[in-house]
């Protein structure tokens, strides 16, 4: 079993950045693929982005492409989200997610088994 727990939402004019973390627990960290996902008010859950287990591959989703970046560190068991420019159409919850095994698109919700609790971003215009 994997636990994981976002943090480092908040509250952000537009323009600004924000780095969001998310630990893991166990010791299975290393072989979990990761993912962002997030989930405006009214709007389905969408893919952010996507990290291998190794960190040698990463998928982004082409509104967020070029402005954040995905990063982790295997020896903290954690997975960052850098958010730079950013734009009041950035404003969800952020959750994580990951998989010990392939099931599914990297971009598919449906393709993880671990999801963290969410945190909030918000960018003011």
């Known amino acids: 079993q994997v636990q994981l727990t976002e943090s480092g939402g908040g509250l952000v004019q537009a323009g600004g950045s924000l780095r969001l973390s998310c630990a893991a627990s166990?010791?299975?960290?290393?072989?979990?693929?990761m993912a962002w996902f997030r989930q405006a008010p009214g709007k389905e859950r969408e893919f952010v982005g996507y990290?291998?287990?190794?960190?040698?591959?990463?998928f982004y989703a082409d509104s967020v492409k070029g402005r954040f970046t995905i990063s982790r560190d295997n020896a903290k068991n954690t997975v960052y989200l850098q958010m730079n420019s950013l734009k009041p159409e950035d404003t969800a919850v952020y959750y994580c997610?990951?998989?010990?095994?392939?099931?599914?698109?990297?971009?598919?919700?449906?393709?993880?088994?671990?999801w963290g609790q969410g945190t909030q971003v918000t960018v003011s215009s």
């Open positions: 990290i291998s287990a190794s960190g040698g591959s990463t």
């Open positions: 166990g010791r299975t960290f290393s072989s979990t693929a």
């Open positions: 997610a990951g998989r010990l095994f392939y099931s599914g698109s990297y971009d598919r919700g449906t393709a993880y088994d671990y």
